[in-house]
């Protein structure tokens, strides 16, 4: 598969648990965040999004928090399964066409 | 099946050797973008175009050219090959450029190597 960073923050979990994804984004003034999933030998996939607006937002079988005060982000990730294994990036925008991507963080996920 | 198409997935060619990437979306998205990823670099924005004979510099446009002249379709270009191009490309797309409130969709990427 494609080799998308040789130097990346690692998660390891093991299956059946919950696997916590943090990040650090850069602007205050970034308004809107995504979390995208990237698998081997595949683009980066959109997991789920979040608006400044809000601190907590749920999908299935995942969550994104934020908190604005500390530019912390984190996605939460139930029961982990081995499908989970990818490498994690999230995402800021200020409201311009540039989206800011962060280095990511890759998660094994032990049977 | 709604997707981002590029081709050719794998391409090694060399030095000065004109070539083009191809990308494909049937979402009728406004927004277009291409993205390099390099290991300990991430993905860094190229071009990108909010729609049709519209498009600017993202953070590392030097070497590269683009065109939109359809809005499914949005080609990159190299001009003249260098080894420091030699990286893992993306196209994406996106359905509304206001503002860009709308996820990336992302094509599987074209891994390019000049020799």
């Known amino acids: 598969g494609e080799s998308v960073g040789l130097h990346l923050p690692t998660l390891s979990v093991q299956e059946g648990d919950n696997s916590i994804i943090n990040c650090a984004y850069s602007n205050s003034a970034s308004d809107y965040f995504i979390w995208y999933k990237q698998e081997s030998g595949k683009g980066p996939q959109f997991i789920i999004d979040?608006?400044?607006?809000?601190d907590k937002r749920q999908g299935q079988r995942v969550t994104v928090l934020l908190n604005k005060t500390v530019k912390h982000l984190s996605l939460q990730i139930a029961a982990t399964q081995p499908g989970d294994s990818a490498v994690y990036f999230c995402a800021e925008n200020t409201g311009g066409f540039k989206t800011i991507f962060g280095a990511g963080t890759r998660l094994f996920v032990k049977a | 099946e709604a997707q981002v198409t590029q081709n050719p997935r794998y391409l090694i060619t060399v030095t000065g050797k004109k070539l083009t990437v191809t990308c494909s979306q049937n979402?009728?998205?406004?927004?277009m973008s291409w993205y390099r990823q390099d290991p300990g670099l991430g993905l860094r924005q190229i071009y990108y175009?909010?729609?049709?004979?519209?498009?600017d510099k993202g953070d590392v446009p030097e070497g590269y050219k683009v065109s939109r002249k359809e809005k499914r379709n949005f080609p990159l270009i190299l001009e003249s090959p260098s080894p420091n191009q030699t990286s893992l490309y993306f196209c994406?797309?996106?359905?509304?450029?206001?503002?860009?409130?709308?996820?990336?969709?992302f094509g599987n990427g074209t891994r390019l190597t000049v020799t």
């Open positions: 979402m009728n998205h406004e927004y």
């Open positions: 175009s909010m729609n049709v004979e519209v498009t």
């Open positions: 994406a797309s996106s359905l509304s450029s206001a503002r860009g409130r709308s996820p990336l969709h």
């Open positions: 979040i608006r400044s607006n809000m």
